[in-house]
């Protein structure tokens, strides 16, 4: 059996080794952190329990094709429930918006908006469950190493309802009006990496996602999907080493031929990274493997990193759902802030979770675990005393907006921004969701997954295709166990 070194066991890399373990190989898995999950890890302490990082389970699909490939299903590791609402938009002091589960409720609720807009949302949503069908099921399992790939003739016939080239705000507003609606709409763009203005609007699938087939939450949190993938895994005969960072990739010739790892070299046959690329590359390679400048690095746009707190509270909070989203600030001017000036947002929107409103397993009882997240631009300077600043606008305004006291309820407080996303997992510019998804560095205008230098180095995660976010980030395992599957044992 060949042997694969697999870097990193965030999604990607957890993917890769179960599909590479059923297809022959002998997959070990090296993490430099002491758990697995990657960016999707989770914090434990004084009795909270909370994610670190994804907390919406979005296309289902995904998960379930993904361990439909191994003959399992999601429910044989996790236990999933359909959020509803799915979340609450909080637009100022005591005035919210529940977003419903299914269409039939949201039309009502865009009807009450904007009469004439559940007709709309009902043709706005017919055109996003074409793009998601091609998109997901078909375009982002494409390896982008060749533009014959597309010359499919189901994406060639729909390549004008794809609408690549119109931007999502423009595209949003010719079917609706009211400035909710549209706030609504345009908000989960907003991790991708650029402004509504800048995005296709290929990527209102997001929203078909979103409301058709809903948001969704595994039982204990974001952690069990981890906790799934990696019992899998385990099933399928992969080894995990944690603590065990991989510190050079040792070429001779055209292969890497061992891996270093503390004091030893091992031997591999091939090598899946699916740590962030710019890190393996700059950091692990010699130059000569090296497929990409530190010039070329430059010039990418990076999806935004976030500043978090992770918060204990010895009291329940009201008001707020599982997710609750701050617009009580301009969304226009803090895009602007992250993307096309980057610099600490002046008033920013903000977003929280808070599992233990769902799950009261995930803090102590009359307690609440809460997550604040706050989207930044990737590259800022993160010091003790911005995060300090940031914290009391975020605390000034929950309290304000949702008519509480939560401050002096704080029992467990942890801080999380670019410092820690570059510590904990080499993020180039201390990004927290990779490279974004711009019509310039889509599809087969990323990072390649794989190296033409190198022959038996291969890469997987959110810095190549198909993109960020958890289920193309499994699915970039699935698409790169696939190419060296087809090269290595000629499937
Ligand atoms: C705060 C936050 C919120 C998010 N919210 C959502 C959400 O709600 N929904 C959603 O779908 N997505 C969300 N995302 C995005 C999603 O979490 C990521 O796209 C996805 O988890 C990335 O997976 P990955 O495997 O590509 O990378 P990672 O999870 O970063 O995995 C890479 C792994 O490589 C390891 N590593 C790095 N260097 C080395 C080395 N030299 N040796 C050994 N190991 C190494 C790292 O420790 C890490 O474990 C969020 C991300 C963040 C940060």
New binding site residues.
């Given amino acids: 059996m060949p042997k694969i070194a697999v ?9 890769a080794a179960s599909c590479l373990a059923k297809a022959g190989f002998d997959v070990t898995v ?4 002491p758990t ?6 989770q914090l434990k302490a004084e009795g909270f329990t909370f994610d ?8 289902p699909d995904v998960f379930d094709k993904y361990f439909a490939l191994f003959g399992r299903k999601v429910s044989d590791y996790y236990q999933l429930e359909r959020l509803d609402p799915s979340y609450r938009i909080c637009f100022g002091v005591n005035d919210f918006m529940d977003v419903p589960a299914g269409v039939q409720k949201l039309s009502e609720l865009f009807e009450q908006l904007e009469p004439g807009s559940s007709k709309q949302l009902r043709a706005f949503l017919e055109e996003g469950k074409v793009k998601y069908d091609i998109g997901i099921n078909d375009l982002v399992y494409k390896p982008g190493l060749s533009f014959i790939e597309f010359a499919d003739m189901n994406i060639i016939r729909n390549t004008f309802k794809l609408h690549i080239f119109s931007s999502i705000s423009r595209y949003v507003r010719k079917f609706f009006k009211h400035p909710r609606i549209i706030e609504l709409l345009e908000f989960p763009v907003l ?1 991708l990496g650029a402004t509504p203005q800048d995005t296709p609007a290929l990527y209102s699938l997001m929203n078909y996602a979103d409301i058709a087939l809903g948001t969704w939450y595994p039982k204990g949190g ?1 952690y069990k999907v981890v906790a799934g993938m990696v019992k899998l895994a385990e099933e399928l005969g992969v080894k995990f080493l944690y603590n ?4 050079a990739l040792n070429v001779e010739g055209d292969k890497i031929r061992s891996v270093g ?1 503390g004091n030893e070299n091992l031997p591999f046959d091939h090598i899946i990274a ?3 690329y710019h ?2 590359e700059q ?2 390679l010699p130059p000569a493997a090296r497929q990409y400048s530190e010039g070329y690095w430059d010039q990418r746009v990076m999806a935004p990193s ?1 500043l ?1 707190f992770y918060l204990g509270l010895d009291t329940r909070l009201k008001n707020m759902a599982y997710h609750t989203l701050f617009f009580d600030e301009d969304f226009g001017q803090h895009a602007q802030d992250i993307y096309k000036q980057p610099r600490w947002p002046k008033a920013p929107q903000f977003y929280t ?1 808070c599992t233990s409103i769902a799950d009261p397993t995930t803090a102590p009882a009359g307690c609440e675990s809460l997550v604040i ?1 706050i989207p930044v631009a990737p590259g800022l300077k993160d010091d003790p005393e911005t995060r300090e600043k940031y914290f009391d606008m975020v605390m000034a305004r929950l309290e304000k907006n949702t008519g509480q006291a939560i401050r002096k309820h704080i029992v467990f407080r942890k801080s ?1 921004a670019h410092n820690d ?1 570059t510590a ?4 180039y510019r201390g990004n ?3 490279l974004a998804n711009t019509l310039k560095q889509t599809a087969n205008f990323r990072p390649s997954i794989v190296n033409k230098k190198v022959h038996n180095l291969f890469f ?4 190549t295709v198909p993109g ?6 499994i699915i ?2 699935q698409v790169v166990a696939k190419v060296v599957s087809e090269r290595v044992l000629k499937l």
């Fill in positions: 870097i990193g066991s965030g999604f990607a890399g957890l993917s090296f993490e430099k952190n697995p999950g990657g960016r999707a890890r670190m990082g994804p907390s919406f389970y979005w296309m991790f974001m065990a960072e991989v510190t790892v699916a740590a962030d890190h393996v950091n692990l976030s978090l979770s997240l999380y996303f904990d997992y080499h993020a927290a969701y990779g997987a995660g959110q810095l960020p976010g958890v289920p193309p980030a970039s395992g």
